[in-house]
């Protein structure tokens, strides 16, 4: 096919993620990806430039991996799928195996989902279903949070970003408490205030929700493990379970295995996905207790009662093992700290720039806030020019580069960063 027969059909026929079909924005195709590059077309001329994106926050391996391709391969030789209603299969039983080691203490139940947002929807029907006997029906939240698309997600993400007022008597009605200080802030204020907030709502409060120490989608906010903290306990004193959305932040993101650990809080249920695909195949999961399993179980349904067509897919759960195979060949701590200082060091020259109003960085991810909204196609256009594809939102020029990335890399998108806010001039 040629360049212009496929960007002619895609312009006139496919939607891209928050996109216009009528005024669509401009896209790049891509041909292939090796390494951490990606192989793209600029105005008909191939380049090769770094993803500092990992495709949305998946590939932490990077493309073509070799260890990667090969589990996929050799479970296409075994099966591609299978229905597990009924059936069960060594790569889902093998990632489970993976996942309940490293897990916090004492989530040993899972629950395979095929996206992050299901596996939202599942914990959040987990949660429902286990607090079903005290009749408990809303959830408790904090502003400025992402937990995915559909409508359980969206009731639970940002009430602004997650446009609430245009889907109002669609998304169910939760609890908001104000988004946490940004760390280094004082907290007291924010804990009392939240204190009070749940204690009014206390008798319907079935769970609290939250993404530990790091909002992604919903703005980078990065806050202080007390925060997280604080959340668990109100939630515990009154008998509502605590779901952690580790979906951006698990497997090392935010430079712990998991970012509840920085709170040293264990949640009663975890949505894990994202990084734990190695960005191969759609998959995420839930990871609950013994406890929150019976409880489930005790509901009048006496069973969890989600069950999708593509549960557990053979191929997605072989290369998720194979992905939590590779993290475990390395020192993923360590590496993270070393991406945390290429990050903090090369994004420090932005903080003098025009228009940039914060700059900041956790584990191996580093933002350029900016004072308005970023003009995403000017500045992954000059992003390109200097070798490295980023993907603004809003105000925000960030990257969450793949964990392989060397320190050349690494200081390729910094510079790529700062030159395209300087630049662009926002
Ligand atoms: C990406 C994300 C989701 C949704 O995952 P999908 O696979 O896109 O459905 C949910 N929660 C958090 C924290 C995320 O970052």
Redesign the pocket.
């Known amino acids: 096919m040629s360049r212009g027969d496929l960007l002619a059909f895609d312009r006139e026929h496919l939607w891209h993620p928050y996109s216009s079909m009528t005024a669509p924005t401009r896209v790049y195709p891509v041909r292939s990806a090796a390494g951490v590059r990606l192989r793209l077309d600029v105005d008909g001329e191939q380049r090769e430039v770094i993803d500092a994106m990992s495709s949305?926050?998946c590939a932490i391996h990077g493309y073509a991996v070799p260890e990667l391709d090969a589990a996929v391969t050799a479970q296409l030789g075994q099966m591609s799928h299978v229905m597990f209603g009924g059936l069960t299969h060594e790569p889902a039983v093998e990632l489970g195996r993976r996942l309940v080691a490293l897990a916090p203490e004492g989530l040993d139940k899972v629950f395979f989902a095929d996206?992050?947002?299901?596996?939202?929807e599942v914990a959040m029907k987990m949660a429902w279903q286990a607090q079903y006997g005290s009749g408990r029906k809303r959830f408790f939240t904090i502003r400025g949070?992402?937990?995915?698309?559909?409508f359980s997600?969206m009731s639970v993400t940002d009430p602004d970003g997650g446009m609430h007022s245009l889907y109002a008597g669609i998304v169910p009605d939760h609890v908001f408490a104000d988004r946490p200080p940004a760390i280094g802030e004082p907290l007291e204020d924010w804990k009392g205030a939240t204190t009070r907030l749940f204690d009014e709502h206390a008798h319907e409060i079935a769970a609290v929700i939250i993404?530990p120490v790091l909002q992604?989608?919903g703005g980078m906010h990065v806050y202080h493990p007390d925060a997280v903290r604080h959340l668990a306990d109100v939630a515990r004193a009154h008998g509502a379970l605590v779901i952690f959305?580790?979906?951006?932040?698990g497997l090392w993101r935010t430079g712990t295995l998991w970012a509840g650990e920085q709170a040293g809080v264990v949640p009663d249920i975890l949505?894990v996905?994202?990084a734990l695909t190695g960005g191969y195949l759609?998959l995420?999961a839930v990871l609950t207790t013994g406890d929150v399993a019976a409880a489930v179980d005790a509901s009048p349904a006496h069973a969890m009662m989600h069950g999708p067509t593509f549960m557990a897919n053979p191929l997605a759960c072989a290369v998720a093992a194979a992905n939590l195979d590779l993290l475990a060949t390395y020192d993923a701590g360590a590496r993270v700290r070393r991406i945390n200082e290429a990050l903090t060091t090369g994004l420090s020259s932005a903080r003098a720039l025009a228009g940039v109003t914060d700059v900041r960085t956790v584990g191996a991810v580093g933002v350029i806030e900016l004072d308005g909204p970023a003009d995403v196609a000017a500045l992954t256009s000059a992003s390109l020019e200097l070798g490295v594809w980023i993907r603004p939102f809003r105000n925000l020029v960030y990257t969450m580069p793949p964990y392989v990335c060397t320190d050349q890399d690494l200081a390729a998108i910094t510079t790529a960063m700062v030159g395209a806010v300087e630049e662009t001039g926002r």
Do not use: F, L, R
């Not at 996206?115 to 939202?120: E, L, P, Q």
């Not at 959305?245 to 932040?249: C, K, L």
């Open positions: 949305w926050w996206s992050g947002s299901v596996s939202v949070g992402y937990h995915g698309d559909t997600p993404e992604g989608a959305d580790e979906i951006a932040t949505c996905g994202k759609t995420a």
